[in-house]
């Protein structure tokens, strides 16, 4: 069971106070009910519980900030995003969350990487944060307060201080916060090639470059069929470093 089971299959609990605390431009709030709505999603569990919980996260944390514009998308080089300003659809506080991130990691380095997001959001309605998504001394003091531990390039360890504010977020939640061993969110699979992996069932490989591709083995006469990315990606994770 993936941690997207458990994000699914827990049972969101939205804050007394918290939609009382957070006021924002009212398309955020649409697109959250249309999100939680579809059922033809893979991700709309998933989005419902970080909805819950990043307004838990704004009311406890006493972040003073609109709720976000959340999204699941495949980012390059990050487990999250912070956009400033306004998106492509006019719309502000977007925080993005990482499809292969929300997929394999754990229910704790996911909403480690929704508090690492909100911040920015903080930072951005109540401080300076420069240019980009910049790691200032403002921001990195502000995580330390809830927990986070955050370098100037944006590393984090994923294990909240003890006795943290974030620490009784998840005991709260009953959800076990990761030892140094376990903290570090599994590494992507090495983009080395755009093309995608096809394979027929006798073991035949190919790759092309669209992801319809209705062909037959002239061996076996069986369809390729198209590699699941995630099992690809963990089974480059499982080959020794050295490969």
Aim: glycine content about 8%.
């Amino acid at each position: 069971m993936d941690s997207r089971d458990h994000l699914a299959q827990a049972q969101p609990t939205a804050a007394p106070h918290a939609t009382a605390a957070v006021v924002g431009e009212p398309i955020n709030r649409v697109l959250r009910a249309h999100q939680e709505s579809i059922d033809d999603w893979d991700f709309s569990g998933d989005i419902r519980e970080l909805h819950a919980r990043a307004e838990e996260m704004i009311f406890e944390f006493k972040l003073e900030i609109p709720i976000p514009c959340l999204t699941v998308e495949p980012l390059r080089g990050a487990c999250g995003h912070f956009r400033h300003g306004r998106n492509g659809f006019g719309l502000r506080d977007e925080i993005a969350i990482d499809r292969f991130h929300l997929m394999v990691s754990s229910r704790a380095q996911v909403l480690d990487t929704l508090l690492h997001e909100l911040i920015h959001s903080w930072e951005e309605h109540h401080g300076n944060p420069g240019k980009g998504n910049y790691h200032t001394v403002s921001f990195r003091e502000k995580a330390r307060s809830l927990g986070l531990t955050v370098d100037e390039k944006g590393f984090s360890d994923c294990v909240p201080s003890a006795g943290s504010p974030f620490a009784a977020f998840l005991e709260k939640h009953k959800v076990e916060a990761p030892t140094a061993t376990q903290a570090a969110p599994p590494a992507k699979p090495k983009r080395g090639s755009k093309l995608k992996l096809y394979e027929c069932p006798c073991g035949v490989k190919v790759r092309v470059g669209r992801s319809r591709f209705n062909a037959k083995c002239l061996d076996c006469g069986g369809l390729f069929v198209l590699k699941d990315p995630v099992e690809v990606g963990k089974a480059l994770m499982a080959k020794p470093e050295a490969e």
